[in-house]
């Protein structure tokens, strides 16, 4: 029957579709075990507070455990099992990301909407390569990333509303690796494919490694990658002076300027590198500049930190983890690119497939399998689009805000402990602390220092109700990473936390005042 927009909807007589069930998709069973499922998820949120954060287990302990054979035929009531495997053996071998302790690394968000996104789109299943393959998908898709771009105070060019446009990926590694790519292929087309080898990249030393990776992979040759110093001084941030002189000695030398991923909030401490002096120094070298901003984007959806973005209308491409820290859940990269054309052009098929469908010729549609490396994806719209709608922007500000709240609140008991100092300015949720160099009080040897704040970081993780928190080394200090953004951690966790901390100081007697 033919309903509304034109849309035809088969109705299939019910005592003919149970007669054709094979069981691998029968309503009912999967009603029964989807409960079995949300009850052992609604349990472990209820007891996460039970397990260490991070677990006391060895390498190889799990093949200990089961079976070095999967079976030929499933035991009676299989699902059930299993199950009860997840529950004994596999969840207290995990460490726990969403437990409220989880401190060590940027958060990987999860929420009800979130949870429920991924179910969703694991039941309906399905592969949004081409707009013909799901346009629905591929329409939600390109609604979405426009949705959450406004939200995000980025520019029009970004967004398909403005000629530009963006999608939805696994990770950030993919944003860079592909935006790479594109400007690898534009850059070759206009002084000849013969010169890869002379083309050089450039980012800061505090870049995420991914961006090294990713440059490999696009046939970047490995000493061209300029990993551009830092420091203490301005706060690990990229410098302009100093990448402007390093791309000038690259153009004396006869070599190529292609690429410069500029970060904002580093992952070691959240530093955030000058986006509009940056863009000066590169557009004089038709230089790609991409903003890797995987965790801190997040915090654009509120106003107040949208300062750290000046500039960012003359950037060729943007990323962020919406799964970081805005409740989407693994995995969510939004990625977004002033001209779609160019990514198309180094991804997409060099001959017309099977793929496409007469509906969409005469109609400028988006096939997003020519934006990525990827043929099969996965539906990640759905996700995202639920999430917007059930919290909305106001729900996300809430959140963001009130881990940076209690971010503030552990910096300030840091501060008031007179044997602690804060390493960096603190911007978001991440504080980067460690306990004073003994050169604060007429040393001069940065190593004592050092081996103290690792001893700390031990003791720290060893406590069983402790946090679990990580470490980074910049300018030559081991420092504590300190990052809020759990979806369950309340203020007496980051109080309890930095009682801990003191408390193993003294028990394990870590500090001058006990040389």
């Known amino acids: 029957i033919t309903g509304q927009n034109g849309i035809v909807q088969v109705v299939v007589d019910t005592a003919e579709k149970k007669t054709k069930s094979t069981g691998l998709l029968d309503a009912d069973e999967f009603r029964r075990q989807s409960h079995q499922v949300v009850d052992l998820i609604s349990e472990y949120y209820d007891r996460m507070g039970d397990y260490p954060v991070h677990p006391s287990v060895t390498p190889g302990f799990l093949r200990n455990l089961l079976p070095p054979d999967a079976p030929f035929r499933p035991e009676p009531d299989a699902f059930s099992s ?31 909407i979130g949870a429920l996104g991924e179910a969703l789109t694991a039941g309906i299943n399905v592969v949004p390569f081409t707009w013909a393959a799901s346009p629905a998908a591929t329409e939600l898709e390109m609604l979405v990333v426009d949705w959450l771009g406004k ?32 400007a690898r292929d534009r850059k070759l087309a206009e002084i000849g494919g013969n010169r890869i080898c002379d083309l050089v990249v450039y980012c800061s030393d505090q870049t995420h490694f991914a961006f090294r990776k990713a440059a ?4 970047i040759l490995r000493d061209h990658c300029r990993a551009i110093p830092t420091c203490h001084h301005n706060m690990f941030a990229l410098s302009p002076t100093e990448l402007e002189a390093a791309m000038q000695a690259d153009v004396d030398a006869g070599l190529v300027p292609l690429f410069l991923c500029a970060t904002l909030g580093t ?29 801190a984007g997040n915090a654009l ?95 996300l500000r809430d959140h963001i805000r009130n881990h940076v709240r ?35 009080f007429g040393g001069a040897d940065k190593q004592p220092a050092n081996r103290l704040n690792r001893r700390l970081l031990e003791e720290v993780n060893a406590a069983t109700s402790g946090p679990y928190m990580s470490s980074a080394t910049v300018g030559g200090m081991f420092i504590l990473r300190c990052a809020i953004g759990s979806t369950l951690t309340e203020d007496h966790h980051v109080s309890d936390a930095w009682k801990v901390v003191q408390d193993q100081v003294l028990r394990s007697r870590i500090s001058w005042w006990h040389d």
């Open 82 to 112: 299993a199950l009860k495997d997840v529950r004994d053996i596999i969840l207290p071998g995990l460490t726990h990301w969403q437990s409220a302790r989880h401190m060590a690394h940027f958060p990987a968000s999860s929420s009800t």
């Open 216 to 219: 490999r992979i696009a046939g």
């Open 406 to 440: 209690m971010a503030e609140a552990f910096e300030k008991m840091v501060k008031a402990d007179e044997r602690f100092e804060v390493v960096t300015d603190r911007k978001f949720a991440l504080v980067c602390f460690r306990l004073r160099s003994q050169d604060k």
């Open 151 to 182: 939200a995000l105070h980025l520019p029009d060019s970004l967004l398909f509303a403005g000629g530009g446009g963006g999608t939805l990926l696994g990770t950030s590694c993919e944003a860079i690796l592909c935006t790479l790519v594109a």
């Open 267 to 295: 992952t070691q401490t959240t530093a955030v590198d000058p986006i509009g002096q940056l863009c000066a120094v590169t557009a004089p070298h038709g230089v790609w500049v991409h903003v890797d901003a995987a965790y």
């Open 301 to 395: 959806v509120c106003p107040e930190f949208t300062e750290v973005i000046d500039g960012v209308e003359a950037v060729d491409s943007f990323s962020m983890n919406a799964h970081k820290w805005l409740l989407a859940n693994n995995d969510c990269c939004a990625m977004w690119v002033k001209k779609p054309s160019a990514l198309v052009a180094a991804l997409g098929p060099e001959q017309d497939l099977i793929l496409k469908d007469a509906a969409s010729e005469g109609h400028n549609v988006v096939d997003y399998m020519d934006w990525t490396m990827t043929l099969t994806r996965r539906f990640r719209a759905l996700k995202m689009w639920l999430v917007l709608r059930c919290y909305g922007i106001q729900g």
